[in-house]
């Protein structure tokens, strides 16, 4: 593994149904991200994680829920799914703090809620 | 709120020509923005980064500029390539909450 990885690429979900996205890195970086990018919006904050055994809601956190048992990992989870859930959804780690905070981000997972 | 603006939504170019994408932002004060780009299908990849101190930055083909008292940057790509062609976003970090707001893009296109 080299960077950030995501899991699925892609998913195709029924309305209701509980999904976990799964993100991993390995560069050691602390703080990490979850995002969702939708059509014609910039990317919104869902939750984030300091470090590890901490966690923070971001801007649109309603319906999702993350964990940060270590490090490395940091799921996302959608409780039951909704079709507003259809979205673009980054993860990212960052380096650094304050003024020098660089954010790695993974490829995405496009989900579609139906 | 916050706000991060890029102009144009979207640009058109042909190979080899220079472009210039805009971002003004309201966030105050700030610790750093952020030039991302941002391939079809893939995630964002940093450009540049600049504090309040820095005035340019450049990263290749890219250079980045800043104003902070008109709170204004932007991104000039030279001699524009065909790989060129993704969104280009840009990242403002509040110092206070320690977040960062993303402006939508500028979804730029390189023809041959």
């Known amino acids: 593994i080299a960077g950030i990885t995501q899991a699925p690429t892609s998913q195709i979900l029924a309305a209701g149904r509980r999904m976990t996205l799964r993100c991993t890195q390995d560069?050691?970086?602390?703080?990490m991200y979850w995002y969702r990018q939708d059509l014609g919006l910039g990317l919104r904050l869902i939750h984030y994680?300091?470090?590890?055994?901490?966690?923070g809601k971001g801007e649109v956190p309603d319906g999702y829920s993350v964990s940060r048992a270590n490090t490395d990992d940091f799921p996302l989870t959608l409780a039951s799914a909704v079709p507003s859930q259809t979205s673009v959804y980054f993860c990212?780690?960052?380096?650094?703090?304050?003024?020098?905070?660089?954010?790695?981000f993974g490829p995405g997972t496009r989900l579609l809620v139906l | 709120k916050n706000q991060v603006e890029q102009s144009p939504q979207s640009l058109i170019i042909l190979e080899g020509k220079n472009c210039t994408l805009q971002?003004?932002?309201?966030?105050?004060?700030?610790?750093?923005l952020r030039w991302y780009k941002q391939d079809t299908g893939r995630g964002p990849v940093s450009l540049t980064i600049m504090t309040f101190s820095e005035n340019t930055k450049s990263n290749g083909r890219y250079t980045a500029t800043l104003d902070a008292d008109t709170k204004q940057s932007s991104l000039h790509i030279t001699a524009s390539q065909l790989s060129d062609s993704a969104s280009y976003i840009c990242v403002v970090r509040d110092t206070n909450a320690g977040k960062s707001t993303f402006g939508d893009g500028t979804t730029l296109t390189v023809k041959p």
């Open positions: 990212a780690s960052s380096v650094g703090q304050g003024d020098q905070e660089t954010q790695y």
């Open positions: 994680s300091n470090t590890a055994g901490t966690t």
């Open positions: 560069m050691r970086h602390n703080a």
């Open positions: 971002c003004n932002y309201t966030v105050s004060p700030f610790s750093n």
